[in-house]
């Protein structure tokens, strides 16, 4: 039987609530130094101790916490011609994937997310990351609506955003302040959806503010390896993050 990350039960099992914020730090960690990847990693793991319903609620409003703080810090490097495309995409996709996360097993239909996912590494790393093709805008639409199918389901929608936004080839800040711009609208909206599917309740909503605290540090720490890294190496680890995150949905 899982554990729940409502307050009464966190606030009750430190061991629990620490091991939660572990995780959260590590994943907004990541997400400060490459710009994504904070609700894949935390829902994989999570999920490996709470009821995924629980914790795909919870990372939403973190990652909303996320987003609305490296968003603001990057905020002049939005590329918005980019997000004229991704949103209106964004938005239907996580529609559709709000009402399969609250009438199915959303975790039965992971291995698709997998093998989608691997795929990409294996193509970009064969064509090199900085020499992938240049693809048009209009390719923000279909892809947009991928990853508002797989943010609802998983937490995150950041394989197929970050494949269209490499494959746009905008420069490391550029990549984090415009995956900000989607993640947010997502973020607001599901949130919205999961009020009124009754998937956020009052508890959750409490629990989420215990682990704030890692957010924040996990921030602070990965802003300051962001800046230091040069183009190529953040190239390298978006891909590393999306492999691993790959294979952990394919195990």
Request: proline share 5%; glycine share 10%.
């Amino acid at each position: 039987m899982q554990a729940s990350l409502s307050y009464a039960i966190l606030i009750q099992n430190p061991l629990l609530w620490a091991i939660a914020g572990g995780i959260i730090l590590v994943a907004f960690y990541v997400r400060a130094v490459i710009g994504f990847g904070s609700g894949l990693i935390s829902v994989a793991l999570l999920t490996l101790i709470f009821p995924i319903k629980e914790v795909v609620p919870v990372v939403l409003l973190l990652d909303l916490l996320g987003s609305v703080l490296l968003g603001a810090y990057d905020f002049r490097e939005m590329r918005w011609p980019e997000l004229r495309w991704l949103i209106p995409g964004s938005v239907i996709g996580l529609a559709i994937g709000s009402f399969i996360l609250a009438d199915t097993n959303a975790q039965n239909l992971t291995r698709f997310l997998g093998v989608f996912i691997l795929a990409y590494v294996v193509y970009a790393l064969a064509m090199k990351p900085e020499r992938l093709p240049r693809v048009a805008l209009p390719w923000g639409m279909p892809l947009g609506i991928f990853g508002g199918v797989v943010g609802s389901l998983y937490g995150g929608g950041g394989p197929p955003i970050v494949a269209y936004l490499q494959m746009r080839h905008l420069d490391k800040r550029a990549f984090r302040a415009t995956f900000q711009g989607i993640a947010l609208t997502d973020n607001i909206l599901r949130a919205v959806m999961y009020i009124a599917l009754a998937l956020l309740t009052w508890q959750l909503t409490v629990g989420f503010l215990l682990l704030i605290p890692p957010v924040l540090l996990g921030l602070w720490a990965g802003n300051h390896l962001h800046m230091r890294i040069n183009q190529r190496a953040f190239l390298m680890g978006t891909l590393a993050v999306l492999a691993v995150v790959g294979l952990k949905y394919l195990i």
